[in-house]
């Protein structure tokens, strides 16, 4: 096939240890993508949703790896097991995730329909607009965020799954989830938070709990809400792998961390620190050391009834009403490499009131 036939993506991580350029064939245009809101997507990436895509070649990165028996990467590739049907693939380094590989079983045992994907945060192709390089066609596990989470706020028109698909659609139109509160043992409201593996866990207080606390200053508008932002930002974008890195800003004292063992710190500029689960490898969030806050990546944050589908949970939505404030400006807006998704976002806060519109 001539060069004119073909195209390059590269799939790269953060820190530059991970670069696999990959040739797409021009007819296989656009890739069908999607996203995931499941309970595993969003706590395994921190991502509020996960967006991916199947991209011809990843399967021949790695021909000796043995997706079972987790044998066959470098030391410089992670691989978790997120479900006996699921491996996670990131960089060891960094966190970036590179690969997921999902695959199902036929009733001798043997595996069949293998998918490999990867994320789209952590593809770039040169000159490629996003609307020519894929379309994003399904949400999936819409449900498992109570409420719609973050995709009620992509008002798109594609397919809405309850959960994946076989429990029917989910109506995102419908009102945001009602938060109820959360006491810790010690008797303080707080937002509970942690990884997949469970390797790392904490929980959020209120700013009002510690008023004179580091952060609480620059970063609650009031006493009972942290500020809150997406990032669209190439490093931020390239770093979590998906399209949409959102945070909540939180005082260092306001977070009481119940488990960091797994917790591993990559330092990716003089001063500012990424944090990630080494085992699970998800997202937990960044901190410049200058800074009293920290920015936690949403999805980390545990809702009522997680692991339920449905609106019986009390919905991320909702939750994040409760205790965020956001920015009227996205952060670095005009670096987002989805410009699409990046104001359909800003049209659905709109309406769910937690912005003010274009
Ligand atoms: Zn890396
Ligand atoms: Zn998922
Ligand atoms: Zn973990």
């Excluded at 695959?103 to 490999?116: P, R, S, Y």
């Excluded at 942290?226 to 949409?244: E, P, Q």
């Amino acid at each position: 096939m001539s060069n004119d036939d073909t195209t390059t993506f590269h799939l790269a991580c953060h820190c530059g240890t991970h670069h696999y350029p990959l040739s797409v064939p021009l007819s296989a245009l656009p890739l069908f993508a999607w996203t995931c809101s499941c309970t595993t997507c969003r706590h395994v990436t921190g991502a509020p949703f996960i967006t991916s895509t199947s991209v011809p070649g990843l399967s021949d990165l790695f021909p000796g790896f043995a997706p079972l028996d987790f044998k066959g990467l470098p030391e410089t590739l992670i691989v978790y097991g997120s479900s006996p049907h699921g491996r996670r693939i990131s960089c060891t380094k960094c966190g970036t995730p590179l690969i997921n590989v999902y695959w199902d079983w036929d009733d001798d045992g043997n595996a069949h329909w293998v998918e490999w994907s990867a994320p789209l945060g952590a593809l770039m192709v040169g000159d490629l607009t996003p609307d020519k390089m894929y379309n994003i066609g399904i949400h999936f596990w819409v449900g498992a965020t109570g409420d719609g989470g973050m995709i009620r706020w992509i008002p798109d028109g594609q397919v809405n799954w309850a959960t994946w698909p076989h429990m029917g659609i989910f109506d995102i139109s419908k009102e945001i989830g009602k938060p109820k509160p959360h006491l810790n043992g010690l008797g303080e409201d707080v937002l509970s938070c942690s990884c997949k593996c469970k390797g790392v866990k904490f929980e959020i207080l209120r700013p009002s709990a510690k008023p004179d606390g580091p952060g609480v200053k620059e970063m609650a508008p009031l006493p009972s809400k942290w500020h809150a932002n997406h990032c669209f930002c190439n490093d931020c974008r390239l770093w979590l792998g998906h399209l949409l890195p959102s945070a909540v800003s939180v005082g260092r004292e306001h977070i009481r961390w119940v488990d960091d063992a797994t917790l591993k710190v990559y330092q990716s500029s003089p001063g500012m620190k990424r944090m990630f689960c080494g085992n699970c490898a998800a997202k937990v969030g960044t901190s410049c050391d200058e800074n009293g806050w920290m920015d936690i990546s949403i999805g980390l944050i545990d809702i009522d009834g997680e692991e339920d589908d449905g609106r019986e949970n009390e919905g991320i939505a909702g939750l994040l009403k409760d205790w965020t404030e956001w920015s009227e400006e996205f952060s670095f807006g005009e670096e987002a490499s989805d410009t699409r998704l990046r104001d359909e976002v800003r049209t659905g806060m709109a309406r769910d009131g937690f912005m003010k519109g274009a």
